[in-house]
């Protein structure tokens, strides 16, 4: 176990009302995790601290050369009153494949599990029990170096922050809106895309907020090479069921792996479906809307679980899938999911990490 | 005139010595202008305080989703003790591009250029005055909003600071070597590559830093959807003379517009030389390296001005270019453009702007 210093606030803030409605990444608990890095020392003082704000010189490298990397995972109170973690693990592995692509120095999975275990305990008043509600985890590594220059960073802090949250998305498992992104490119092949690092949300920026102007909530991107190869939406992964094949975009490099991604694959494969992972085009996608053959569109992220798509536009060409509506598989996907992390179903998947 | 509200520090540091090698972007003079945003309210309170560190939430957005800009320029101390900038207004250009790309508000020319000579008044004493040396100035925005949740920020901070610099290159007016990079792609067409922000100097770490391990001080990005078109260095445009031609990549909208490409055609097209800005792939590099046809490899930037090419190496090919030498344009390039930004050149093209 993690040798974590502790220092407990003497302020403590007073928690939501049971009824407030929680509004995503908006409200932070009592205390946060940090540690430092310095090239030759390795990672050292790990200790949880009162909430605070971070002091780094103007010069500090994360200001300018957007060296800076997260992860995003959830903490859930089940009924009998444990605390689980869904598939931590997971989310150390990405950090490892992320921190190699952005010349970061790696973190141990014990730490990085540890770490959030200790921060989650500290804080467990605040994990909200409301239907679709959840404690929010986000760690953060950020480069701090006071130096002008492109190189990486020889310090560092990682970070974690912990937000109890409503449901991601407003409108809840209700259908989205989905727009066909043909101008902007969010990654390609070669570049940061399968890393979850700023740039690829900052990439996203101008897309999201064009999509949001024309009534739309998330954009799905193209590949960056041909420009039609369906990649992933802003902050999720898509899948489509066609003619009863669960089809998803492979990892081509330039996608970020879900986490939820690989649930469902697993899931799916677990109850016999045929699952797809390959290239699909969008004109695949528009064929298969007009033929009828497209029964279902989802997103999966950690934020929303799976977000059931129920129309999609691209270019000119609006088109609903199926009635509109939440597609069985999708809603049978959430149930079990949500059911795992809640603890109503039991977890033969092991997927599950009791905070004790 | 900007009405900036200045509050002068009480501990002054003491100057670098005339003999201090000014490594880049390690040193910071006494003050720096900070100014900040709310949507709704636009930019106020625009101050020069006192240099000092920055303190945020650590749910600021800029540590999350990698939306900062950045700018980079040089103030000159001429010999008869005047101080000028060298085209500001140009970098006050890119900085609306770069904003709009990347959902950030705009800032008028006039606050942008103050707010730089109002600093460099205040910390003139700071520019060094020995050869090769001068004083950057980095001006920069980040997202400072709490709150997790990809979308552009409501709240930003503009920030300047200045650094006395030294040459940026150790190697100074000496031929650089040069690695073109086949695996690893800095930015595509659609995405963030024309705009100064973090996310392309992220996206580069890991191929400058295979480039280094191998004994090359820099990266030449090809383009990220055919990978066969040359398009900038690291921190540079790149410039060729094939068969008395100067060539350098047309910007397509990954490739960031350089104040110093634009001085250098503008500066080779005064001089009567041919100048194309156009596609320019490896194969005709390598092929015009091979027949003679290649005359002068050089990179532009701020930190450099002009940087000598010696050597390229792309895959397993080395290539020597001439000599290994100093071309002959990429020297009248350096000393016209240096001469004029020291004031030992008549600036009859009116690029520099003085301090007063
Ligand atoms: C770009 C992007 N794609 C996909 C996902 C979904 O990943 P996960 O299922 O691990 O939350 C996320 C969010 O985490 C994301 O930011
Ligand atoms: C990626 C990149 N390309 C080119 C340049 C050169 O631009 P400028 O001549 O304006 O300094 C820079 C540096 O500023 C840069 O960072």
């Not at 092949?189 to 399968?194: F, M, N, Q, T, Y």
Request: glycine share 8%; aromatic share 10%; with cysteine.
């Amino acid at each position: 176990m993690l040798d974590i210093r502790i220092e407990k606030t003497q302020n403590p803030k007073t928690l939501p009302e049971k009824d407030n409605p929680l509004v995503f990444g908006t409200i932070f608990t009592d205390h946060m995790f940090i540690m430092n890095y310095e090239l030759g020392k390795g990672w050292f003082d790990p200790r949880i601290v009162p909430y605070q704000p971070i002091v780094l010189q103007p010069s500090a490298m994360v200001f300018h050369y957007g060296q800076e990397m997260f992860e995003g995972l959830k903490a859930y109170k089940t009924e009998d009153g444990r605390t689980l973690l869904f598939r931590p693990n997971k989310n150390w592995e990405r950090v490892i494949n992320t921190n190699r692509r952005i010349c970061m120095p790696e973190i141990e999975e014990d730490v990085f599990v540890d770490a959030i275990k200790a921060l989650v305990k500290i804080d467990e008043a605040w994990i909200p029990t409301k239907p679709g509600t959840s404690l929010y985890i986000r760690p953060f590594i950020i480069a701090t170096d006071p130096f002008l220059g492109v190189r990486p960073s020889n310090t560092y802090q990682f970070i974690v922050i912990l937000c109890p949250v409503g449901a991601y998305y407003p409108e809840g498992l209700n259908p989205v809106k989905i727009w066909i992104e043909d101008e902007y490119v969010r990654a390609v092949k070669g570049g940061l895309g399968e890393a979850k690092t700023g740039a690829n949300y900052c990439a996203s920026l101008k897309a999201q907020v064009k999509a949001h102007d024309e009534g739309y909530s998330q954009v799905l991107w193209l590949d960056g090479v041909e420009r039609k190869y369906i990649e992933e939406v802003g902050a999720m992964n898509i899948f489509f069921k066609i003619n009863g094949t669960i089809v998803t975009p492979v990892l081509n490099g330039s996608i970020l792996p879900g986490i939820t991604r690989k649930s469902v694959i697993e899931l799916c494969e677990l109850w016999g479906l045929p699952v797809e992972e390959r290239k699909i085009s969008v004109d695949e996608l528009l064929d298969a809307a007009k033929s009828g053959a497209l029964e279902e569109v989802f997103g999966t992220g950690t934020a929303a679980v799976i977000s059931p798509v129920g129309h999609l536009r691209f270019e000119d060409t609006v088109f609903q899938v199926k009635d509109g509506g939440i597609g069985q598989i999708s809603q049978k996907l959430y149930d079990t999911i949500t059911g795992i992390q809640l603890g109503k179903l039991e977890d033969t998947l092991n997927w599950t990490v009791e905070v004790k």
